[in-house]
């Protein structure tokens, strides 16, 4: 049983390979079942046998993108600078991500235009594990008043708004074929938001 299940793992891994691959060069509509399999060599048996239907493999690449996330930002390191490290998780966690990731980019911060409600529901859980880290990053700047007056959560919408905006900016800038390097327009961005929660109360 336990092959059976390290089987079925690498199995599912190998799909969600597949479909992330898809999903960034040619879009949502080439993302099928036969598709996916086609790519692994294997069955359309065994993409529903371990991942399920298209919705799926979408939900599996939504837990994918959020788990990737949370641990690329968790995995760097801390210091005594509260402010910094924010900027560090947003320039070396979230832009990293993105640009590594951009179809799991478009699943899990572009939802609409991928996934159905019912498939992103799949994939909150994860979503809310990513969240936590993040909110595990500013809790520090929040006890030093680094916010403003301004909760954590309040602090993380705008700090996630602004890398999601900047993360957009970067992709559309490659899929132009100008991939110019924009942790210098990152750095100056997030230090900026952060140094107005300092300068300014939250109404």
Do not use: N
């Not at 298209?54 to 930002?73: D, H, P, T």
């Not at 498939?119 to 909150?124: G, W």
């Not at 979503?127 to 309040?154: F, H, K, N």
């Not at 074929?177 to 900026?192: I, K, T, Y």
Request: net charge neutral; charged share 25%; glycine share 8%.
């Amino acid at each position: 049983m336990g092959r059976k299940r390290v089987h079925d793992e690498e199995t599912a891994e190998a799909l969600l390979d597949a479909a992330e691959r898809i999903l960034e060069a040619e879009g949502l509509e080439a993302l099928t079942v036969r598709r996916v399999a086609d790519e692994v060599g294997t069955t359309t048996r065994a993409v529903y046998t371990s991942l399920g239907s298209k919705e799926a493999l979408i939900a599996g690449l939504g837990v994918r993108g959020f788990a990737l996330l949370a641990a690329k930002v968790a995995a760097l390191p801390t210091t005594d600078d509260p402010a910094a490290d924010l900027v560090v998780a947003g320039v070396s966690g979230y832009r990293a991500w993105a640009l590594a990731h951009p179809a799991l980019f478009q699943v899990t911060f572009q939802q609409r235009a991928v996934a159905s409600p019912e498939v992103r529901k799949r994939f909150e859980p994860a979503r809310r594990e990513a969240v936590e880290i993040l909110l595990e990053r500013i809790r520090p700047l929040r006890d030093s008043g680094g916010t403003g007056g301004r909760t954590v959560r309040e602090a993380a919408l705008q700090f996630s708004g602004l890398c999601e905006g900047l993360a957009a900016l970067d992709l559309r800038l490659a899929a132009s074929g100008r991939q110019p390097d924009s942790a210098p327009l990152w750095a100056d961005a997030l230090g900026a938001l952060i140094a107005g929660w300092r300068t300014t109360s939250r109404a």
